[in-house]
């Protein structure tokens, strides 16, 4: 999978190079949305064109004269102070390299189990949000390659799990999202999950009394949901779809998108609520390999958190790479009935989301009702991890410890 995915970069590379019209005509193809400028990378030269105004003393919280569109500054303000480069032709090799990482990190997930599952893990990987996030270099690949390398990290001794939390931190500050994968520390002990807790607690307590000023200017910067453009998350199909009966009857009430989201969550939570009960899912689960369960808990955080917390552009999908090896494991391993198609479903959601780009109005329904079905599974996922986690049995049992003491303390004193 990896190899095919950079030997099709190789060859797009060679296009680009050599045959531009080809290029623009793949590009096309893969239902790559058109670039105003017809070359790669415009994602990165936002980035090395930020800190190029920065450094010129431009505040580009408010102005950007360096970016070939305008765009104002959105991300940390730590991009503002990275040593990159910011010369001619370096948005290119910065572009390579968070393209190569990504790339190479592809090696690291977990492997296929059967020569199906590798078919369809093949064809994610190949899929139109790949093809997006690589041709615009953007940097979610490079936090997908740092939360790899988090990933594996977590899975070896104490003192190498405790650096996946601060590659994940650094991550966190970069991009924001990441640090939803803190919630993997309750796979550890109690007491070291609450240290970990409290050192990312007081870091970004610091990041935040640092830039505090820097980050009140970039939220407004911070683009707001297209609800009928190439984004994705909780809030698209509630007010998608109230837009569409204002067009379609004239009228929508104002509080049709709220009741809308509100009845969407309570379905969906209450669909992963009983997926996690599931004794089928529950034994599955417990079967997975620990690389491959682990990364379906990261890809699911990543993606739930993404989903719920703000809209986000559609090459951030890609990280539905992470769970989609899991969801294909625990799908072949649950018997028949209502919980293994949702899972088998969630499975096939995320393929067809990964390879949807080109479908328009006509898709966005579909989309729709595939990102939600995907998202209920994954929290069915995080419910189940939660319920197992070290941390949590630790406290439940502390708890159950607890109540078992109040109930012999009043015993004996009704005795007297």
């Given at each position: 999978?990896?190899?095919?995915?950079?030997?099709?970069?190789?060859?797009?590379?060679?296009?680009?190079?050599?045959?531009?019209?080809?290029?623009?005509?793949?590009?096309?193809?893969?239902?790559?949305?058109?670039?105003?400028?017809?070359?790669?990378?415009?994602?990165?030269?936002?980035?090395?064109?930020?800190?190029?105004?920065?450094?010129?003393?431009?505040?580009?919280?408010?102005?950007?004269?360096?970016?070939?569109?305008?765009?104002?500054?959105?991300?940390?303000?730590?991009?503002?102070?990275?040593?990159?480069?910011?010369?001619?032709g370096w948005s290119d090799r910065f572009g390579?390299?968070?393209?190569?990482?990504?790339?190479?990190?592809?090696?690291?997930?977990?492997?296929?189990?059967?020569?199906?599952?590798?078919?369809?893990?093949?064809?994610?990987?190949?899929?139109?949000?790949?093809?997006?996030?690589?041709?615009?270099?953007?940097?979610?690949?490079?936090?997908?390659?740092?939360?790899?390398?988090?990933?594996?990290?977590?899975?070896?001794?104490?003192?190498?799990?405790?650096?996946?939390?601060?590659?994940?931190?650094?991550?966190?500050?970069?991009?924001?999202?990441?640090?939803?994968?803190?919630?993997?520390?309750?796979?550890?002990?109690?007491?070291?999950?609450?240290?970990?807790?409290?050192?990312?607690?007081?870091?970004?307590?610091?990041?935040?009394?640092?830039?505090?000023?820097?980050?009140?200017?970039?939220a407004p910067n911070i683009a707001g949901p297209?609800?009928?453009?190439?984004?994705?998350?909780?809030?698209?199909?509630?007010?998608?779809?109230?837009?569409?009966?204002?067009?379609?009857?004239?009228?929508?009430?104002?509080?049709?998108?709220?009741?809308?989201?509100?009845?969407?969550?309570?379905?969906?939570?209450?669909?992963?609520?009983?997926?996690?009960?599931?004794?089928?899912?529950a034994g599955a689960d417990a079967r997975l390999?620990?690389?491959?369960?682990?990364?379906?808990?990261?890809?699911?955080?990543?993606?739930?958190?993404?989903?719920?917390?703000?809209?986000?552009?559609?090459?951030?999908?890609?990280?539905?790479?992470?769970?989609?090896?899991?969801?294909?494991?625990?799908?072949?391993?649950?018997?028949?009935?209502?919980?293994?198609?949702?899972?088998?479903?969630?499975?096939?959601?995320?393929?067809?989301?990964?390879?949807?780009?080109?479908?328009?109005?006509?898709?966005?329904?579909?989309?729709?009702?595939?990102?939600?079905?995907?998202?209920?599974?994954?929290?069915?996922?995080?419910?189940?991890?939660?319920?197992?986690?070290?941390?949590?049995?630790?406290?439940?049992?502390?708890?159950?410890?607890?109540?078992?003491?109040?109930?012999?303390?009043?015993?004996?004193?009704?005795?007297?």
């Amino acid at each position: 999978m990896p190899l095919a995915a950079l030997l099709a970069f190789a060859l797009a590379a060679g296009l680009y190079r050599y045959a531009p019209g080809a290029y623009s005509a793949l590009l096309r193809l893969f239902g790559v949305p058109e670039q105003p400028f017809g070359y790669p990378f415009l994602d990165t030269q936002f980035v090395l064109a930020q800190i190029d105004c920065w450094r010129r003393g431009i505040d580009v919280y408010v102005v950007n004269p360096c970016d070939a569109l305008g765009r104002l500054h959105d991300y940390s303000p730590l991009w503002l102070r990275l040593p990159l480069p910011t010369g001619l032709g370096w948005s290119d090799r910065f572009g390579l390299l968070v393209d190569l990482g990504f790339l190479l990190s592809l090696f690291f997930l977990p492997r296929p189990a059967t020569r199906l599952d590798g078919a369809l893990l093949l064809a994610a990987t190949l899929s139109q949000v790949t093809a997006f996030g690589l041709e615009r270099g953007n940097t979610d690949l490079l936090i997908f390659a740092l939360a790899v390398a988090a990933g594996r990290l977590w899975l070896r001794a104490p003192a190498l799990r405790a650096a996946g939390y601060a590659v994940v931190f650094g991550a966190g500050l970069l991009k924001f999202f990441p640090l939803v994968l803190f919630v993997v520390a309750l796979r550890e002990r109690l007491r070291d999950m609450l240290a970990i807790a409290l050192a990312g607690c007081a870091g970004l307590v610091g990041f935040v009394l640092a830039y505090h000023a820097e980050l009140r200017k970039l939220a407004p910067n911070i683009a707001g949901p297209n609800y009928f453009g190439d984004m994705f998350g909780a809030t698209i199909l509630p007010h998608g779809a109230a837009i569409a009966a204002s067009v379609l009857l004239g009228w929508a009430p104002a509080w049709l998108p709220g009741a809308l989201l509100a009845l969407l969550c309570a379905a969906s939570l209450g669909g992963a609520a009983r997926l996690a009960g599931d004794a089928g899912f529950a034994g599955a689960d417990a079967r997975l390999l620990p690389r491959t369960r682990l990364f379906l808990v990261m890809g699911a955080l990543l993606v739930c958190g993404c989903f719920f917390a703000h809209a986000s552009i559609r090459y951030r999908a890609v990280f539905l790479l992470f769970a989609l090896p899991g969801l294909l494991a625990l799908g072949r391993g649950m018997p028949a009935g209502p919980a293994r198609c949702a899972v088998l479903g969630a499975a096939a959601a995320a393929l067809f989301l990964m390879w949807s780009m080109r479908f328009g109005l006509a898709g966005w329904l579909p989309q729709q009702v595939a990102w939600w079905w995907a998202v209920s599974v994954l929290a069915g996922v995080l419910l189940r991890f939660a319920a197992r986690a070290a941390a949590m049995r630790e406290l439940t049992a502390w708890r159950r410890l607890q109540l078992n003491a109040r109930d012999r303390t009043a015993s004996r004193g009704g005795a007297n």
